[in-house]
Every structure is written in structure tokens, then in C-alpha cells.
């Protein structure tokens, strides 16, 4: 029979067993005793008791007694073997808690390690969950918003217009684990990120790690090296690197177009493939002993392009360091100033061509003299100048240059017998046509008188010229070369810029000429004038004087009395005399003037009192018009060494002629000291004179702003006159007007003793 096992029985059960083993075993006592068994009840009440524990004791102890007993072997071997187990787990937990210190301790310095991670990534970093609400934030960013940024939208606190994300990957969606990123402006004050956003599950929802790289520098460095590349590939000067040993790296654009060599026939070569040969050994010495010692090359060349052209180069060759200083590069850049150079030698020769027709006084030998310049500059042989006769309607041989050779000499004295009409012969037909005739070989030409001596000299090339100012041509030009050449455009512009100035010099001296001879006429007729006036003047003063003394006697009674008409007349004709005389009298003075025959009287006089004597004389004029005559003097005095009554003319001129055309306002006459000199003005507030009529001002016979009728009239004298004495002075006069608004006359003296 197997154990029963108590400990594994549960408590009721166990109960229901002992109850009904007990209840089945007294039942049975009960019936045997009460029906086999005839007993007294006392006997009865001791036996039940008896059978029941007889009866029971074996039931008890196979089912209580027994499997308890085994039990508690049981229990004692499971207790020792608990005992083992506690004995194992703590020896395990104490190993396992070792280990836990050990993770523990290896877990800090991770976050340790983390925490100083992120200290030191120099990117913001963050996590915002699919609402973009900020979750986490690392000191980086934290610094720029701040800690209260946690919670809040991330589009609110990094964008500068506020306004949400367009390009944002959260927008589309992004997987977990997925990275991307973007390139985002306008962020923490107009900055430029790069964003790299990745996918993950942050507190248990899903959210992105956002890192915030600022590449604003970065794009405005790559902008900038954009545009140095740009403009090294597009600018118009050659750019060549080379390497240290002087290989060619690099060539941008302008290099080939000038050059002709394209990228792929040039790199790696030597810069010697544009080697012309005018710079000497000494030279590319130089050059390369400056800039192998750190130091930047400037000079100008002259190159050799593909096709054998040469070219004129500004160079500057910059050596190219590390940061050890040492050279690594060369780079080579070229201003191409082939124009520049031959616009200064054309300037150059035109200066020496416009030197000889100015400097010479023989126009022929001057005409030689350019001839010459122009065929050394550009190496012809002969050149030749036709001076067309337009009355006679042919071309005549003017003047010649040519190398020192006999045939040349015969071929020059062939020429000089030589008359083209107009439109016969390659001259006459330059002439008519007036257009630049280019012959690559002239003994070919039909028609060429010189064909014979031209052969014999070797002579092939012919370039004709006309020779225009404005649209007419004054003269042709001719030049001969021994050399083969083709048209070139630049060459024909060149010596047609040349000789413009010829042209111009030509028509200048035809001018100087007809000038020289006008104005030998005009001096004859000038001096017949002032000769005549003089003559005139000095022959009206006698009668002039005879007319006012009988006219004075007559008014003064001297010859019978006179009613108040006839005096009233006699008094007009006596004031007519008075002005006749005064006209006469600036005449005369005029011609002195021009003549040269009036001097200075210099004495020390004070300007400010001869100008106030003249005030005082025309002050009761200008009250009886109801004018004012102001002053304005700086000083007291005003010492000045000039000649008294000239200077009184003249202010007597100025403040007279300020009365007479001034008919309201005021005349204010000013004297200022300015250092060195003394400076005069009279303004007025007349009718003022035209703009158009102020350069005649001081002309003589000039009248302005007068009207013709009544009134004293004239000759237009007193303003020239006034002119030539400041000038006798030394000094300057000038005048400001504008008509209905009066005019200032102003003159300046100098202080200094007149000589």
C-alpha cells in the first residue's frame, strides 16, 4: 500500500476522512453490540469506548500516525535539502550581488561616460514625439532655449518666423530605426542647420532624435570658394597654377581663348610652351630666382599664343605656402594689355608727330619726320605723303621717308615726278573713295606706274591711307613693305589712329597760315582805326572848344541880352557840347590805352575816402530818384599804392552807370580788405543786363540794358576804359547780373608796390 501522504492532502479533505472513518467504524460497533451482543448498558458504555479506540487505533495510524511519521522524514530530508538550497542561494546572491556592484559600478561610469558625451558633441540634440513636443533636450540646445522648452513645440522655440516645419521628415512619417536629413535656414537667428532625424521608441511611444549641426559657415565658406572659383574661371585675366617644380595645374578660360592651347594640350607642361623669345636667359633667371624665394613676381612679357601671335602680358606670379611655409604652388595671373600697349605707343608716337608739327618750321621736314616714326614703328620700307590741290583737281607728291638702300633712294626719286588726278592711280583712287586700300603685292596691281623700280627693290606690300578730318581728306598717305603680309585689322586701325593727328596737324597749319595772314589784316585795320580815331579826336577838339567858349559868352550875356527861351536853348546846346567833349575825351583815352601811352602816377592813397568824394557827387542825383546810396567799408582807411584819378574814373564809371539804370531800390558800394589784395563792388537793383550780353560787358561800343529814346545817349566807352585801368593795375575785374534784378560790378587790386 502505497504512503499517504498528508502534506500533500489538503486540510478538508484530510478532515472528511478522519470524520467518516470514525463515523463508519462507531456504526458499526453500534449494530454488532445492539443486535449480536446481549450486554448490560453499563457494560456496554465501557466496551463501545474500548472497540471504538481498538477499532480506530489501526486507522489512525494508517491514516494519520503512519503517513505523518513519514512525513516528517520526508519533511527533514526536504528541510536539509531547503538548507543546501538557502546555503546555494546565498552563496549565489552573494556572487550575484558582487556582480550587481560590478554593473552597477560599470553602469555609472556609462552614464557617466554618456553624460560626458553629450556634454562634449557640440550639435543640439533632441527628442520630439510625432506632435513635435519637445520630450528631451542635451545641454547644447538645452542652453539656447532653455529647460521650460521640454513640453513644448519644437517649431515654436528654433524657427525665427514661428511658423511650422514644411520640409520636416515627422510631417511624412519616418520608421523606426530610419535616419534622414535636412538642410533647414532661418533657425536660432537666421543660422543654417544640417537636421538628422532618426526613428525611435522613447517612454514607450514612438519619437524622433533630432541633431542640429550648424553649417552656416561651412555654406558661406562654400559660397565663397563658389565664387573664387567663379571668378577665376570667368575673369578676363589668365589664371595658371602650377606645380612647385613649374607644371601647369590649372588654366581657366580667358587662358585658352587667348592662348588658343586648350585644358587637355597644356596641363602638365611647361609655361616655356609660350616662350616668345624677346626676354633674354637674365630674365626667367630673375623671375625664378623670386619666387623660389617666397616673393611675388611683376613684370610684363611678351608671349607667344598657339598660332604664333604675340601678345603683350602683365604678369604676376604668386607663390602658394602651407601652413609650414612651405611652397607647394605657383599661380600665375595675366592682364592681357596687347591694346593698352600699342594705345601708349600709338599716344607716344602721336605725341612726337604733334611735337614735330608744332616744333617745326618746315612743314615739309616735319612731314618727313612722321613718315619716318610710323615706318620704323611698324617696319615698313617706304612711306609717302600726296597733298591733294583742289583747284587744280590733282594729287602732287608732298614728302617722303625711306630705309637707307640705292634702289629705294631711285624708287623715292621716280615718285617725286609723279601727279595723280583725282580717281586715276591707287593714290587718286584713295582720294575718291576715301577708303584704306590694302595691295599684299603691288607688282601685280595693272595699272602701277612704279611696277619696274618696284621689282627691282623687292618691293611687295602697299597700304594706302586717306588722310580725313571730319569728312574731307587733306591728304594720302602711302606705305611700302618688302614683307609678305595679310590684312590685318588692327594694324590698318592703328596707323589710321596715327595719322589723324597728321590729318589735324595738316588743317591746323593751313589754318595758322590763313590766320597768321587775317590777322596781319586785321592789325593793318586795327591800327588804320585807332589812327583814324585819334586823328578824328584831336581834329573835333579844336572846333569843339571854339563851339562851347561862344556858346558860354553868348549865355553869359558877353555879345546883348537873351530872353529865357534863347538861354533855355544855349543851355542845351552847351550840355550837348559838354557830352560831345566827354565822348571825344574817351576816345582818346581808349586809344592811349590800347596805344600803351598812358602810365600810372602810383602814390599812397586811401581808397575808402576817394570812394566816399565820389559818393558825395552823385548823391544828390540818386535822391532826386529816390535811391539810397549805401556803404559797406571793413576798415576806416584802406591804404593803397595806384594812380588817383584812374581809379576815380572808374568808380566814377561804376557808381554813375549804377545811378543811371536804376530806377528803384538802392546802389550799395562795398571795400573789403582780403590779405593781399583789395576788393571792390558796386551793386545795384536795376534792370540788370541779358546773360547772353554779359560776356560783351567790357567791349567797346558796348551799351546794355538801354532803351532808345530821350536821355543822355553814349558811346559804350566808360566799361573798357574801367577794364584797362584795373588791368594797368594788375588787377581783375568781373560782373554778376540778372535782368529785373539788378547788377554787381566788382574789381580787386593788389596791395604790393605796381610795377
Not at 27 to 55: D, G, N, R, W, Y
Not at 120 to 139: C, K, Q, R, S
Not at 354 to 362: C, G, K, Q, R
Request: glycine share 6%.
Amino acid at each position: 500500500m502505497p504512503a499517504y501522504n498528508i502534506l500533500t492532502t489538503k486540510p478538508l479533505r484530510f478532515l472528511c476522512i478522519i470524520i467518516s472513518s470514525v463515523f463508519i467504524i462507531d456504526a458499526l460497533l453500534m449494530v454488532f453490540t445492539s443486535f449480536f451482543l446481549t450486554l448490560p448498558p453499563l457494560l456496554k458504555i465501557l466496551i463501545e469506548p474500548f472497540v471504538m479506540i481498538a477499532v480506530s487505533s489501526p486507522v489512525f495510524y494508517f491514516f494519520f500516525f503512519r503517513p505523518l511519521a513519514m512525513n516528517v522524514a520526508e519533511l527533514k530530508q526536504q528541510g536539509e535539502k531547503i538548507r543546501k538550497l538557502n546555503e546555494a542561494c546565498e552563496r549565489e546572491v552573494i556572487e550575484r550581488a558582487d556582480q550587481l556592484g560590478v554593473f552597477n559600478q560599470k553602469l555609472q561610469e556609462t552614464n557617466n561616460f554618456n553624460q560626458a558625451m553629450l556634454q562634449a558633441i557640440p550639435f543640439g540634440m533632441d527628442i520630439v514625439d510625432e506632435e513635435y513636443t519637445i520630450l528631451f533636450l542635451n545641454p547644447h540646445l538645452e542652453a539656447l532655449v532653455g529647460k521650460e522648452a521640454i513640453g513644448k513645440k519644437c517649431w515654436q522655440l528654433y524657427r525665427d518666423d514661428k511658423a511650422q516645419c514644411t520640409d520636416c521628415p515627422l510631417s511624412k512619417g519616418v520608421d523606426i530605426g530610419e535616419t534622414t536629413a535636412i538642410e533647414t535656414k532661418g533657425l536660432f537667428g537666421e543660422r543654417i542647420f544640417q537636421v538628422s532625424h532618426t526613428a525611435l521608441l522613447y517612454q514607450g511611444k514612438k519619437a524622433v532624435l533630432e541633431i542640429f549641426q550648424d553649417i552656416t559657415e561651412r555654406r558661406q565658406s562654400e559660397n565663397e570658394l563658389n565664387k573664387l572659383s567663379a571668378a577665376v574661371m570667368q575673369t578676363a585675366d589668365l589664371v595658371m597654377i602650377t606645380d612647385k617644380n613649374g607644371l601647369i595645374e590649372y588654366v581657366n578660360t580667358a587662358f585658352e581663348q587667348l592662348t588658343g592651347y586648350k585644358k587637355e594640350e597644356i596641363i602638365g607642361k611647361s609655361p616655356r610652351i609660350l616662350k616668345s623669345g624677346k626676354q633674354d636667359r637674365e630674365f626667367y633667371d630673375r623671375l625664378w630666382k623670386v619666387i623660389r624665394s617666397g616673393e611675388v613676381f611683376r613684370d610684363i612679357l611678351v608671349n607667344k599664343k598657339k598660332s604664333g601671335e604675340l601678345y603683350f602680358s602683365e604678369k604676376t606670379i604668386t607663390p602658394l605656402k602651407d601652413a609650414q611655409g612651405n611652397i607647394i604652388n605657383f599661380i600665375s595671373t595675366d592682364k592681357d594689355i596687347t591694346k593698352r600697349k600699342e594705345a601708349e605707343d600709338s599716344i607716344r608716337l602721336l605725341q612726337k608727330i604733334t611735337s614735330f608739327i608744332s616744333e617745326a618750321d618746315d612743314l615739309h621736314l616735319a612731314f618727313v619726320s612722321i613718315l619716318q616714326k610710323i615706318c620704323e614703328f611698324t617696319l615698313w620700307n617706304i612711306g609717302e605723303l600726296w597733298i591733294p590741290n583742289a583747284a587744280l583737281g590733282y594729287l602732287k607728291y608732298s614728302a617722303c621717308w625711306c630705309k637707307d638702300d640705292e634702289c629705294l633712294r631711285n624708287f623715292r626719286k621716280e615718285s617725286e615726278n609723279l601727279i595723280f588726278p583725282l580717281g586715276i592711280g591707287i593714290p587718286g583712287e584713295v582720294l575718291v573713295s576715301k577708303e584704306v586700300k590694302w595691295i599684299e603685292d603691288i607688282t601685280l596691281e595693272p595699272g602701277f606706274l612704279r611696277k619696274d623700280i618696284a621689282l627691282q627693290c623687292g618691293l611687295k606690300m602697299y597700304i594706302v591711307f586717306p588722310v580725313k578730318v571730319k569728312d574731307e581728306v587733306v591728304a594720302v598717305v602711302g606705305f611700302f613693305s618688302s614683307e609678305f603680309r595679310h590684312e590685318e585689322e588692327r594694324l590698318i586701325n592703328f596707323i589710321s589712329t596715327v595719322i589723324s593727328e597728321l590729318g589735324l596737324a595738316i588743317l591746323r597749319k593751313r589754318y595758322e597760315e590763313e590766320l597768321v595772314s587775317a590777322n596781319r589784316d586785321l592789325q593793318r585795320l586795327d591800327r588804320l582805326k585807332s589812327d583814324f580815331i585819334t586823328t578824328v579826336s584831336h581834329e573835333l577838339r579844336t572846333p569843339i572848344g571854339i563851339m562851347r567858349e561862344g556858346v558860354s559868352q553868348v549865355m553869359e550875356g558877353l555879345h546883348g541880352g537873351l530872353n529865357q527861351e534863347q538861354k533855355n536853348c544855349l543851355s542845351k546846346s552847351l550840355n550837348h557840347i559838354d557830352r560831345l567833349t566827354r565822348i571825344v575825351n574817351s576816345i582818346l583815352d581808349v586809344s592811349k590805352l590800347e596805344a600803351g601811352k598812358i602810365g600810372l602816377k602810383i602814390e599812397l592813397i586811401d581808397l575808402i575816402a576817394l570812394a566816399k568824394t565820389v559818393i558825395s557827387i552823385f548823391l544828390p542825383i540818386a535822391q532826386s530818384k529816390g535811391l539810397e546810396i549805401r556803404s559797406a567799408f571793413t576798415r576806416e582807411k584802406m591804404g593803397l599804392n595806384a594812380d588817383k584819378d584812374m581809379l576815380t574814373q572808374v568808380f566814377t564809371c561804376m557808381i554813375g552807370n549804377a545811378v543811371k539804370f536804376t530806377e528803384t531800390g538802392y546802389i550799395e558800394v562795398s571795400i573789403r580788405d582780403e590779405g593781399n589784395a583789395v576788393e571792390c563792388s558796386i551793386q545795384d537793383t536795376g534792370m540788370g543786363i541779358p546773360a547772353d550780353e554779359l560776356p560783351k560787358v567790357f567791349d567797346k561800343f558796348q551799351q546794355f540794358s538801354r532803351a532808345y529814346g530821350p536821355g543822355e545817349k553814349g558811346v559804350g566807352l566808360g566799361l573798357s576804359i574801367a577794364k584797362r585801368i584795373i588791368e594797368l593795375h594788375k588787377g581783375r575785374i568781373w560782373v554778376q547780373s540778372e535782368v529785373n534784378k539788378g547788377t554787381k560790378f566788382s574789381f580787386s587790386l593788389p596791395k604790393g608796390q605796381i610795377k
